[in-house]
């Protein structure tokens, strides 16, 4: 990508332009934007927020619960009505209830989808009330927690470490600020940016904007303050589409491959139908009103609901376990993930890291280990971490607070470059009494390797390699008892500011060792993942040692481990194949977390990504499901799709399930409505070919699918059989067409022995004749109508009652029960609709009372009909091990 092309103008001016210009051109005083002048520049410039605009208000609310295809062709059929039955008729027919009866079908079917969507936007917005991350804001003079929506261009905001960067800013001050660029650019590198002016040319990448932060970027070290210049969809990153959701789309793919496999089979059918219709009633308009309806009928247009539905129940459930899911489509990510990715610290090892010992490099303890210590945690402006916090504390001990203020005061802090996890230790220059000195404290080998001399009691000699031996004399041990141990060193330096160059021929002082312990629930819940077949791999920046020593406490496999410089070495053969082997990957870099998710992804895993340190954040980015934790790094929990209140793993486990209810809850809308939408409109086609009149009219039909689509909207309420939860399920429509055209044709079956039952035998014995014998205006308009309700009968019994049957692989009711919702709205769905064929309301749709007989029938083609479906069914599993 070509910056500049993508960067917005104003960004772009304001970088070669002097700050002072910045202020006078958008009046920005010294206590920053007052409201009025945030609401204009809002107006002006546009809030920061990507498409979500429309999304949040009533109008579009409303607008989207009542014009959809289904609302639209009923509006069409009431303005038909209103013109034939009202306009054209004479005064002695007029007659408008098929007109009301279509606007209270419309009215119904929009209050229904608006509730549900109003509950489902609650659910999430409730959960996204949990978890906000706020950005520093300069508003009427004071600094401002702010939810990052609510900035505007103009606004003055400040960086901390940590911080993901919410808008494009142009910074006005700069204290050694470190940002990553890597979601904008892919490239890892750690850039130092500043406040000064761009000189003349033009630069020719993101990284030499030295003077602009990109939204999206994550600060990993320092602080920074600068003007908000581009927001929402005008920042670079906003401007990505689908940005936020990089490869996340797993779930719109699974969503777009059902919708094309009902859609190929509508394109094919829908057609015949019309034509058919046309070619034997010779009505081209009703048969083209038809078509459209069997289309609008068939159209399983409330599937975007009940996958909603069911994800935000799932979400809904997971919020009352400590767990927040910030974007719900992650619950079908939990519901296929089949390989978690976790990190060490806080997910197999406890929350709070101790430090335990500080000691020299013998190994005797070293106050002044711990002191060199203490002011490299203390200055650095990096992303705090456990460790840091677990040298800090030392000065809330009892009587130590004063000798660390002492120290701190006697070496104020001159500069320092970041901890980042490419050269995996953190650098300060403090001042000591007549030279300055550069304390590193970091990884083990990174350190060691920039050692070129050890020192003991104040005795300095060359490494060497004796230095290396007695190293690992002292360290070794420690490692394995699963510690995590730092390295910390010193030299002395002339000059006041740091480079990278200075980071060499250190003196290595000694060690910090802290303790790490394995967390007693994390092996019961590991137990608890593999038993749902969830595969762990435990993926740290840690040394191997360490991993392994936490890892085989926890009974996680460690016969094969991968460390990051032996994956870099790797062909990508080898890689495809060693992945699934190993389980445990140490010494990692953030590029290799990525990779690693990267390679199982490719290997068609689904991956989800606990994590919670800035190197984790390509990872949970990357995965299908990115698990962050509430005390992570706000970057992290920015990006992740779902937060753990509470590390730990069990929670997980709890997602997972509730993710594969959801899941075959939407399975079972998809896969029945599917096979009986085939089924009918494989009934409608051969009987409109065989019919002199229409199987069913545009308004019945029509009335049966809200019937039909109304109770679907209980199916996320519905228990799930155990058994169907315990694998990972596949989001795909790779087999939905097998089970489409397995069970729709034979519902066929049973429509086409009711029609000719109808046609041949019932109506003509209830009418006194044949169809053909009867005459056009009085006996033919009785046959018509004691068909079509017989037809509209048959075609909701047994659709309502399939639902029962597929829903599970066990014996519907006895075996297995529905949820009590699901039991009430289809016995009443029955009830109320079979009732109505006697009364006014089903004969002003063109619906009669039928003589009990029918029932007869009825109840036995039903009972036949929900035979041979169970054979059928015990059939398909056992065939394909499958149902849903
Ligand atoms: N604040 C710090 N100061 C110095 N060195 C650090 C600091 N944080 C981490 N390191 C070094 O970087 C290495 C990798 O960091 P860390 O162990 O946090 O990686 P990680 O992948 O996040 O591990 P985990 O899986 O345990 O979360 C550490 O082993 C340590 O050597
Ligand atoms: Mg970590």
């Known amino acids: 990508m070509t910056p500049g092309v993508s960067i917005h103008k ?28 945030a609401a204009k520049n809002r107006e002006q410039y546009g809030s920061n927020t990507r498409n979500g ?55 119904i079917s929009g209050m229904i989808r608006l509730i549900q969507e109003m509950r489902t936007k609650h659910i999430a917005d409730r959960l996204s009330r949990i978890i906000h991350s706020d950005v520093m804001v300069r508003r009427g003079g004071k600094w401002r927690g702010i939810s990052s929506t609510e900035l505007v261009v103009g606004d003055t905001i400040r960086l901390f470490a940590g911080n993901r960067v919410p808008a494009d800013l142009r910074l006005t001050a700069a204290n050694d600020l470190f940002v990553s660029q890597a979601v904008i650019t892919g490239e890892s590198a750690v850039l130092e940016k500043n406040a000064g002016r761009l000189s003349g040319h033009m630069v020719s990448s993101y990284a030499e904007y030295s003077n602009i932060v990109f939204m999206g970027s994550a600060v990993i070290g320092g602080t920074g303050e600068g003007v908000v210049l581009a927001v929402g969809e005008d ?20 969503a777009n491959s059902i919708a094309w496999v009902m859609i190929r089979f509508m394109a094919v059918l829908i057609p015949v139908v019309f034509a058919a219709c046309g070619l034997t009633k010779g009505d081209w308009f009703t048969a083209f009103v038809f078509a459209l309806s069997v289309a609008v009928g068939l159209t399983p247009e409330m599937l975007p609901m009940v996958i909603n539905a069911c994800l935000a129940k799932g ?19 939990f519901g296929s993930m089949d390989i978690l990715c976790v990190d060490k610290t806080g997910t197999l090892t406890g929350d709070t890291v101790l430090l335990e010992y500080y000691m020299d490099i013998l190994g005797n303890e070293s106050e002044s280990v711990l002191d060199f210590a203490y002011l490299n945690s203390l200055y650095h402006t990096g992303v705090r971490n456990h460790l840091d916090t677990a040298v800090l504390k030392y000065r809330d001990l009892p009587g130590c607070s004063a000798h660390f203020q002492e120290i701190a005061a006697k070496h104020p802090k001159l500069d320092e470059l970041p901890f980042d996890y490419d050269r995996k230790f953190a650098s300060v220059l403090v001042k000591d009494k007549t030279e300055n000195l550069l304390i590193i404290k970091g990884s083990m080998d990174e350190v060691c390797r920039r050692c070129a001399y050890i020192e003991y009691k104040g005795r300095r000699s060359a490494m060497g390699d004796e230095g290396y031996l007695s190293v690992h004399a002292v360290v070794d041990d420690m490692l394995e008892d699963g510690m995590k ?28 060792a802290f303790f790490d312990a394995p967390k007693k629930t994390a092996e019961d819940a590991i137990r608890k993942l593999k038993s749902l077949h969830v595969g762990i791999k435990v993926l740290t920046g840690d040394s191997k040692s360490a991993a392994v020593s936490v890892c085989r406490r926890l009974g996680i496999d460690t016969s094969e481990i991968m460390t990051g410089r032996e994956f870099s070495h790797l062909t990508e053969d080898e890689m495809l194949i060693r992945m699934e082997r190993t389980a445990v990957f140490a010494e990692l870099s953030p590029k290799q977390k990525l990779e690693v998710v990267q390679t199982l992804q490719s290997n068609g895993h689904t991956v989800g990504f606990l994590g919670d340190g800035m190197n984790d954040l390509p990872a949970v980015v990357q995965s299908d499901v990115g698990i962050s934790v509430d005390t992570a790094a706000e970057a992290v929990k920015e990006s992740a799709d779902v937060i753990l209140l509470k590390k730990d793993l069990n929670v997980l486990e709890e ?36 019919l002199p009149f229409f199987p069913m009219t545009s308004v019945q039909l029509l009335l049966l699918n809200l019937l039909y689509d109304a109770l679907c909207l209980v199916l996320p309420w519905d228990q799930v059989d155990e058994d169907t939860y315990l694998q990972p399920l596949e989001w795909s429509g790779r087999t939905l067409g097998r089970f489409m055209r397995f069970f729709g044709p034979i519902s066929s079956i049973f429509d086409i022995v009711t029609f000719v039952f109808l046609f041949f035998v019932f109506c003509p014995s209830v009418c006194g004749g044949s169809f053909a014998s009867l005459a056009a205006g009085g006996g033919q308009e009785r046959f018509i109508a004691l068909f079509q309700t017989g037809w509209f009968l048959e075609s909701m019994w047994t659709q309502i009652l399939i639902l029962h049957l597929l829903r599970t692989r066990k014996i519907p ?20 609709f079979t009732v109505m064929t006697f009364t006014p309301v089903g004969h002003l749709i063109g619906l009669t009372s039928l003589p009990p007989a029918y029932f007869g029938f009825l109840i036995a083609v039903v009972l036949l009909y929900l035979l041979l479906v169970t054979f059928a069914k015990y059939w398909y599993v056992k065939k394909y091990h499958e149902l849903l």
């Open 53 to 107: 605009r429309a999304a949040d208000t009533a109008v579009y609310r409303l607008r989207r619960a009542f014009i959809n295809p289904f609302t639209i062709i009923l509006f069409v059929l009431a303005g038909v009505s209103f013109i034939t039955d009202v306009l054209l008729a004479s005064n002695f027919s007029r007659n408008a209830t098929t007109v009301l009866i279509i606007l209270s079908m419309l009215l």
């Open 235 to 254: 920042a670079v990153y906003g401007g990505f589409s689908g940005a936020e959701s990089m490869g996340k789309n797993r779930f719109d793919q699974g």
């Open 655 to 690: 997602g997972i399930l509730e993710g594969r209810k959801a899941f075959s809850n939407m399975s079972k809308y998809i896969r029945i409505t599917a096979s009986s939408n085939f089924g009918n409109i494989f009934s409608i086609v051969i009987a409109s070919v065989f």
């Open 10 to 37: 104003r960004v772009l001016h304001y970088a070669y332009a002097d700050t002072d210009a910045l202020y006078r051109d958008f009046q920005i005083s010294e206590d920053g934007y007052n409201e009025e002048q």
């Open 813 to 832: 009711l006895f075996q297995s029960k529905p949820s009590r919702s699901v039991m009430l709205v289809t016995t009443l769905g029955i009830l109320i």
């Open 485 to 512: 141990v730092l390295a910390v060193a010193y030299k002395p330096l002339e000059g006041e500011r740091l480079n990278t160059s200075d980071e060499t021929d250190f003196i290595l002082i000694g060690y910090l």
């Open 315 to 333: 979400s809904n459930a997971m919020g009352q376990k400590q767990t927040v899911v910030k974007n719900i489509n992650a619950m079908q990510g």
